[in-house]
């Protein structure tokens, strides 16, 4: 079966999704691993593969983007509405 | 890498091509030049429509790219074409190939009498540089000689996924033979400078990566206005891109992840190997120009959107970054980074683009320069014409 999630970097905790992944749908990692979709994870976007607390760094191309402002659980969708991209 | 073939020029480059080329001085040169080439089709004619009408910042820039590009390493000799009133001096730009080393003629119309009268001589001098490329045997050379330019155009959401990635591996397989590679596109690191800043090789590096990519978002802002947000924003946060550096980090990636060697300006000749930055504008078309000026040999350019674009005396070769464009446009693909969307690696892509540029340097015509994607050299321009 293949893999419908990218990992960029080795250090990263968000894969990217290589198809659109229903809520509930699997998130198939390229080491053969799966988890669970928690939201609608659309094709290109960011699905965290790890749990993370409020204020975690999140790592794209072995590189800080940003931190999430809320919990998130590992399978859920990573964007502009849990991230601290919004203040100028 | 197997063993390297190329031309050995005076100044101790190598050329992986041996053009003639045929260049104006200025705009009003450009007939004189096709006339040649029309009669010389061997010949590259480098046409542009600048060379006048510009202050000093536009003639200083547009005279030393074209002093480059007559000395880039695939250039084997170059006839300077020019009027004889223009701003950009046909003079400078022989003077400064010629004390490199470099075969090089200059021919002046309102010298010479005339368009036709002048193209007769030049036929004349470029048939003569062509008998002699001819006559030259390539000689081994050692990937230190290497100097590839990165460049990415018509970006899509996979174009940081899969495409700048597999570049970036390539880079680090080159870099580590002691090859050069050279990143460019300012506009695309705004956002990423503590970044790159981390990776220069030391101070003076740190403090003009920090120069180039501020004064970069300050003109972003200045040239687009409120439209800037859509430079320096995501841009496209339906694409998954939730912040800038997010985006940027998806072009520096291309240049892999070894030191920073050098800064050097638009069209400037790198004096150092390794991963160089050139401070240059996110147009395309204008930064594969200051690439093959500062001495790039090969282009290597990721597409998501699918671009065809090409450079008259550099092979550029075309990453796409899914399968779906590279089946699309086979004509114009040359490497398919897609692959890591059907369980490829990203050293696949890296692995594949070393072995196209081995290919490529024993002379294997890339899309580009099977389409003849030649064109004209867009030069960046900074200030208005008068």
């Known amino acids: ?88 | 890498m197997k063993e390297l073939m190329g031309y050995e020029r005076a100044d101790g480059t190598f050329g992986i091509r041996n053009h003639v080329v045929v260049l104006p001085a200025v705009v009003c040169a450009n007939g004189v030049v096709e006339a040649i080439a029309r009669e010389v089709p061997e010949v590259v004619p480098l046409l542009h429509g600048h060379g006048c009408g510009r202050g000093g910042i536009d003639v200083k820039c547009h005279t030393t790219i074209l002093q480059h590009i007559c000395r880039n390493p695939n250039v084997a000799g170059a006839l300077v074409v020019g009027l004889g009133c223009e701003f950009v001096s046909a003079e400078r730009i022989e003077n400064m190939s010629a004390a490199a080393g470099r075969t090089i003629k200059r021919l002046m119309i309102q010298d010479e009498g005339g368009s036709q009268k002048v193209a007769a001589k030049g036929v004349e001098i470029v048939r003569e540089m062509l008998a002699e490329a001819a006559r030259q045997e390539k000689k081994p050379f050692t990937p230190d000689k290497l100097v590839i330019g990165l460049e990415c155009g018509g970006s899509d959401a996979f174009s940081g996924v899969t495409a700048n990635p597999g570049i970036g591996k390539a880079s680090d397989t080159l870099v580590d033979l002691g090859a050069t590679v050279i990143l460019t596109e300012t506009t695309e690191m705004i956002g990423t400078s503590h970044i790159l800043e981390r990776r220069a090789v030391n101070e003076e590096v740190r403090a003009k990566i920090a120069e180039i990519i501020d004064n970069q978002e300050k003109k972003t802002v200045e040239v687009m206005g409120p439209a800037a947000k859509l430079a320096i924003a995501p841009g496209n946060q339906d694409g998954g891109m939730s912040c800038i550096r997010e985006k940027s980090l998806g072009c520096i990636t291309k240049a892999g992840s070894r030191p920073i060697q050098q800064v050097v300006d638009y069209a400037e000749i790198p004096t150092k190997k390794g991963v160089i930055i050139m401070d240059g504008p996110g147009y395309d078309a204008e930064s594969i120009t200051g690439l093959a000026a500062c001495g790039a040999q090969i282009l290597i350019f990721s597409t998501g959107r699918g671009t065809p674009l090409g450079f008259p005396i550099a092979p550029v070769i075309k990453v796409a970054s899914t399968g779906r464009l590279y089946q699309r446009m086979q004509d114009d693909m040359d490497i398919n980074a897609g692959i890591v969307l059907e369980g490829g690696t990203l050293d696949d892509v890296g692995n594949s683009i070393i072995e196209l540029i081995e290919r490529v340097i024993c002379g294997e015509q890339t899309k580009a320069e099977i389409n003849k994607q030649n064109g004209i050299l867009a030069l960046y321009t900074q200030t208005t014409s008068f």
């Open chain 1, 1 to 88: 079966m293949n893999p419908n999630t990218f990992i960029i970097n080795s250090k990263d905790n968000v894969g990217v999704a290589l198809e659109d992944i229903p809520r509930g749908g699997a998130i198939k990692l390229p080491d053969g691993a799966e988890l669970l979709a928690l939201a609608d994870i659309g094709f290109s976007h960011k699905v965290l593969l790890k749990d993370a607390s409020q204020g975690d760094d999140i790592l794209k191309y072995g590189e800080v983007i940003a931190q999430v402002t809320q919990d998130v659980k590992q399978g859920d969708w990573i964007h502009i509405h849990n991230l601290n991209v919004n203040e100028d």
